[in-house]
């Protein structure tokens, strides 16, 4: 079994269905955190790195909907609800709370699988166009395949540093504040820890700047967060312009 890096965290009430969908995430490499309730979901939600939730809508102690408006708040993250509820107002809801899609109970272990699929791959798009593949310098970038290369190298990064990359590589070009990325990459709980993303920053700097200690790609934008600086589309994914490497609109050069 190959690890995803992928962490889903289930949030059901009934605890056979949970187990059973934990099981077999786990057997596809997915590692994942189970929560029964949204008591048990918001201290999971706020202190762990998620990457995708599971939700049913029907809780002991809220409703879904409410946990989805929440989680909106903070993350755009995928979101998948699993209910017993069919009714089309009933999705409709859902989606319009935030939800990117909707699978009705019972449902078959290889359309949930790849309905996770589908939700992972529009989420590792990028602001440029929905492209996944980027470059800055001699990096190369894979989104979706959560796959880095420096010189032809691979990059290893750990879980943390992949996230705080990919959230940075989303918005490229643009400055991500340090309370977004605090959230989206540490979760609610963390948003006044300033001290975690400076060390992150500083260790993607050692492992993809060709001169850490001056950065020409990840760049600290002072007193409000950071910034993503890539070249044009990897050459597999469209080549460069006749005129070199483009930025994008509003990047520093």
Not at 28 to 38: M, P
Not at 171 to 185: D, F, K, P
């Amino acid at each position: 079994m190959r690890e995803t890096g992928i962490h889903v965290l289930v949030v059901e009430d009934e605890e056979s269905i949970r187990r059973l969908l934990a099981t077999t995430l786990e057997a596809e490499g997915y590692s994942v955190s189970q929560a029964r309730d949204a008591s048990q979901w918001r201290t999971l939600a706020g202190n762990r790195r998620i990457d995708l939730f599971l939700v049913d809508l029907g809780l002991p102690d809220g409703d879904g909907l409410m946990l989805i408006r929440e989680l909106r708040q903070w993350t755009h993250r995928p979101i998948i609800v699993l209910s017993a509820r069919s009714q089309e107002r009933q999705k409709v809801e859902a989606l319009d709370a935030g939800a990117d899609d909707y699978l009705t109970k019972p449902f078959g272990v290889a359309e949930l699988h790849a309905r996770l699929r589908v939700a992972l791959r529009h989420a590792a798009q990028t602001s440029l166009a929905g492209d996944t593949r980027l470059r800055f310098g001699s990096v190369r970038l894979d989104l979706e395949s959560r796959h880095v290369e420096r010189g032809g190298e691979m990059v290893r990064l750990t879980a943390t540093q992949w996230r705080l990359l990919e959230v940075l590589a989303k918005h490229a070009g643009r400055v991500v504040t340090s309370s977004q990325l605090l959230r989206e990459v540490w979760g609610p709980g963390h948003a006044e820890q300033g001290h975690y993303l400076r060390i992150y920053v500083r260790q993607l700097r050692q492992k993809l700047e060709e001169v850490p200690a001056q950065p020409q790609y990840l760049l600290t934008e002072t007193g409000v967060g950071y910034r993503l600086l890539v070249d044009s589309l990897d050459p597999g994914e469209g080549g460069e312009s006749p005129a070199g490497p483009s930025r994008f609109p509003g990047a520093r050069t």
